[in-house]
């Protein structure tokens, strides 16, 4: 287990206490002052926020509630909650599975989550995961809900796409451009390698649209939730063949593919790629090669050649890597 990656349960309150300082959850134990004294607003309105992290702690319970109900949680699922703050979506969660598992960067937060659970019903089912989701190893989990912290949303999403077992559905708050860029189409403005990336691996539908007034403190941004469905089995495709190609495709989105491939930097990539493949097969490269007409002859069998990876869709794109690969042509170094 990583360094960085601390387990709690919900019943182990000395873990709790040692988890944050006393006045970030609001304690009263004030040893070092008279007691007399009257507590400040900052100690008695629970931690700060730290808008570093992407701490936008969810208040609406109707947003809450919409969330929850995307997620269509069953009494025997296991439920990760990522970035769960102060618990407002946590403790809805609780009594609708088996097991709520979260990982929350700051201790202070686990600690608030930790007292409001304390000596209910619920107790037993939590277990907070203290560390930076990107770097904690993820259990078993059947549904994922997430209050993204929206300087991770691209990470956090591949990460969770990644992960095996597969899991059945997620539903996750993203920034609203972000979100609308997930579920784009070809042709739309924000249609790109993130959206061909996620839609190869996931269905995707925007399910809510929440105000920055519904956060606190408000972010500067507007969000969206937006429910993933990983596609079972996966695509029988070599991901990182296809992201290579996409890096290639939408670094200019809107010339032509033939323009694309064009480029020397592309096609001395791709002569690399080709000639190191037939080096560790054993394989003669032929005496006529030229990686130009090469390339133009893949393109041609597709007839892509005039066509712009703004306007493609999946389909397209898997027509192409195929085509390409066929060829002998790779986007990944061997």
Known sequence: ????????????????????????????????????????????????????????????????????????????????????????????????????????????????????VQGTAEQKKLEIIVGDFLKVDLPY???????????????????????????????????????????????????????ANVQLLSKVDHVMKVGKNNFRPPPQVESSVVRVEPRQPPPPIDFNEWDGMLRVLFGRKNKTIGAIFKTQTTLDMLEHNYK??????????????????????VLNSVNMADSRPAKLDNDDYMKLLSAFIDAGFRFTAA
Request: net charge positive; aromatic share 6%.
């Open 141 to 195: 989990f059947d549904v994922c809900i997430s209050n993204t912290p929206y300087q991770i949303s691209a990470a956090l999403t591949f990460k969770l796409l990644q992960h095996r077992p597969l899991w059945r559905c997620a539903v996750l708050m993203f920034q609203r451009e972000f979100a609308l860029g997930l579920v784009a189409k070809p042709g739309d403005p924000l249609y790109g390698r993130l959206a």
């Open 276 to 297: 190191t493949l037939c080096a560790v097969n054993g394989t003669d490269i032929p005496m006529d090669f030229n990686v130009k007409e090469s390339i133009q002859n």
């Open 1 to 116: 287990m990583p360094k960085e990656q601390r387990i709690f349960k919900a019943n182990m309150i000395a873990a709790r206490r040692s988890a944050a300082p006393t006045a970030a959850v609001g304690s009263s134990d004030r040893t070092h002052k008279d007691r007399s004294e009257k507590p400040s607003a900052a100690s008695t309105a629970g931690p700060l926020f730290n808008k570093d992290l992407g701490q936008h702690i969810l208040k609406n319970p109707l947003v809450v509630d919409g969330i929850i109900e995307k997620a269509n949680l069953k009494p025997t699922d296991v439920v990760l909650e990522i970035g769960p703050g102060t618990g407002n979506v946590s403790v809805k969660i609780l009594p609708k599975c088996k097991k709520l598992i979260v990982v929350e960067m700051d201790p202070r937060m686990a600690a608030e989550l930790l007292k409001r």
